[in-house]
């Protein structure tokens, strides 16, 4: 279309110096040598190389949850352009975490190598072999703990992907809380909260209940335990507990009718 659209407007313009084959010709020319420009400056920019093509390496969930004591995968995920899949034999996959100096756990050209692992990770990380080789470079991370908070790197090296990705783990620990009348006094305990969360009584109109004592307490591990107790409740009424941190919003709803006490809860995760 563009040569035509020369042909017309040359035969008429130019056509007393220039035949038309020759100048349209030299057009043509100029836009094929701009078009291989911007292609060469193109990949260049991309860190792409006329011999190949550079994958990417991402995590298809940046900040995932971990809860105390289960198990959790951090993602990670490399791919080509091509997507086809990679010898085991040519990736190096090398999992790191901010403020460690030694790795979490390394896989190079087929092989695992934990000899500079930080002990911290002994005997409870592994990858997913099978998966590697179509660009699964997930970690598998056994019995979360309060120390595997933090920011994770996954940096994976192959003949056509190099780059890392970051997965920042949030540790997390929530319990249901028991409740418990005593007279005029409601109590609610709860054993394991990570991180320290806030306690808020609200009655049956949603209105913010200040008439409470709340107590807490760590353990070695830094799991938090509390006892809140609110008083005077009245002996026919509705009261919520809400028991909120960062990561986690546990809502418990204690209905008192006389000598009966009914108990609901439920819980919203970030």
């Given at each position: 279309l563009i040569i035509g659209y020369c042909d017309v407007q040359l035969t008429w313009k130019f056509l007393d110096s220039f035949t038309p084959i020759s100048f349209c010709s030299l057009i043509v020319s100029i836009f094929v040598t701009a078009g291989l420009i911007i292609l060469i400056l193109s990949v260049s920019f991309s860190g792409q190389g006329l011999g190949g093509s550079k994958g990417t390496v991402d995590s298809i969930d940046k900040w995932p949850i971990g809860y105390l004591g289960e198990d959790?995968?951090?993602s990670c995920k490399f791919k080509t352009s091509t997507n086809s899949r990679e010898s085991t034999s040519q990736v190096s996959i090398t999992w790191t975490k901010e403020g460690l100096s030694e790795v979490v756990y390394k896989y190079d050209k087929g092989a695992v190598q934990l000899a500079e692992q930080n002990p911290?990770?002994?005997?409870?990380?592994?990858?997913f072999?099978?998966?590697i080789g179509g660009g699964n470079a997930s970690l598998f991370l056994r019995d979360v703990k309060v120390g595997d908070n933090g920011v994770y790197y996954c940096s994976v090296n192959t003949p056509s992907c190099s780059g890392t990705a970051s997965v920042n783990l949030r540790a997390a620990a929530f319990s249901a809380p028991k409740f418990k009348r005593v007279n005029t006094t409601l109590t609610a305990e709860a054993e394991r909260w990570f991180p320290k969360p806030n306690i808020t009584w609200l009655d049956v109109n949603d209105n913010v209940l200040n008439e409470s004592e709340t107590s807490f307490f760590n353990n070695s591990a830094g799991i938090?335990?509390?006892?809140?107790?609110?008083?005077?409740?009245?002996?026919y009424g509705s009261y919520t507990c809400i028991i909120q941190n960062p990561l986690v919003k546990a809502i418990s709803q204690a209905t008192i009718k006389?000598?009966?006490?009914?108990?609901q809860r439920k819980y919203n995760l970030y």
């Open positions: 959790v995968i951090l911290q990770f002994k005997n409870r990380t592994l990858l072999s099978d998966a938090t335990r509390f006892i809140s107790s609110l008083q005077p409740i009245k002996l006389g000598p009966v006490n009914t108990f």
